[in-house]
């Protein structure tokens, strides 16, 4: 009996092999790692729909970031939980939030991590929405302005990066507008250019106290039917001024961050892998029903397959430690 020349087999045979021949290689340096900070010490803890994640007080960052530092990890995004919640998320507007005392925190500790923020005001008002409400509706102009003045305090606090998440139409303008004319023409804007109003983010709401308290986003975020309209946003924000992109959630929407990765080619492309991609594995992994670790990787491996260059993902100190332990 005779075969072809080619057997695809001969690079599968065993481990060196298939690490030789391996396309999509992973690496601790390609995750992001969430924190969530928060202002009062009683609401730090596990947060019980995430295994494994929990809320931080300030006082608890410094053996996270010694921690993730150890594992390989070089890049954090911050969520802020304060006290105080408004109509106008006066608290994020301070210079003395909660995610500006934790990047002054994270400064003082080390310069070998890139400081990202989460520029949005869910966790921030009394009702949950992303911005402000008039007429029982987000107003689009009067809730960038809010953004752009959040943007800043980041930035004036020592943020490498910030990352405005709420999908309101203009919010990459005006935060690089106000950044750059506050001196703040180095600091990045990495841009939830397509958000989606997905089912996936319900255990994220619990860890960032942030479910809205009548209707739902999907008025401002993009419906799950819908993968052209991720080009438009994408090419939107990059005209306005994004430095980075992003695709969430991450695994659901693969052909979508595919799509993005061939449009723009030269735009750094992140994937959030959320809390409910998360909390999924977790659950099933608890329950005997599939092995977590192989899961994961095989997950995580599938989005950076697709083409995002990074991945922010709740699993990124395990997944960095079974990097490190592979032979």
Known sequence: MSFPKHRGRRLRSTPAVRALAGETRLCAADFIHPIFVVEEASAAGPIASMPGVSRLTLQQLDAEIERILNLGIRSVLLFGIPVLKDATASSALSDRSIVAAAIERIRKATDRLAIITDVCLCSYTDHGHCGVIKKEKVDNDATIELLAKVA????????????????????????????????????????????????????????????????????????????????????????????????????????????????????????????????????????????????????????????????????????????????
């Open 152 to 327: 800043l305090v980041h930035a004036q606090a020592g943020a490498h990066v910030v990352a405005p998440s709420a999908m309101m139409d203009g919010q990459v303008a005006a935060i690089r507008e106000r950044l750059d004319h506050a001196g703040f023409i180095d600091t990045c804007i990495l841009s939830y250019a397509v958000k989606y109003a997905s089912s996936f983010y319900g255990p994220f709401r619990e860890a960032a106290d942030s479910k809205p308290s009548f209707g739902d986003r999907r008025g401002y975020q993009m419906a799950p039917t819908n993968a052209g309209e991720a080009l438009n946003e994408a090419r939107t924000d990059l005209e306005e001024g994004a430095d980075i992109i992003m695709v969430k959630p991450a695994l659901p929407y693969l052909d979508v961050i595919r799509r993005v990765r061939d449009t723009f080619p030269g735009a750094p492309l992140v994937a959030y892998q959320v809390s409910g991609e998360y909390s999924m594995i977790k659950a099933a992994a608890e329950r005997g029903w599939l092995d977590e670790r192989l899961i994961a990787m095989e997950a995580l491996t599938a989005i950076k397959r697709a083409g995002a260059d990074r991945i922010i993902t709740y699993f990124a100190p395990a997944a960095s430690k079974w990097l490190a332990e592979m032979p």
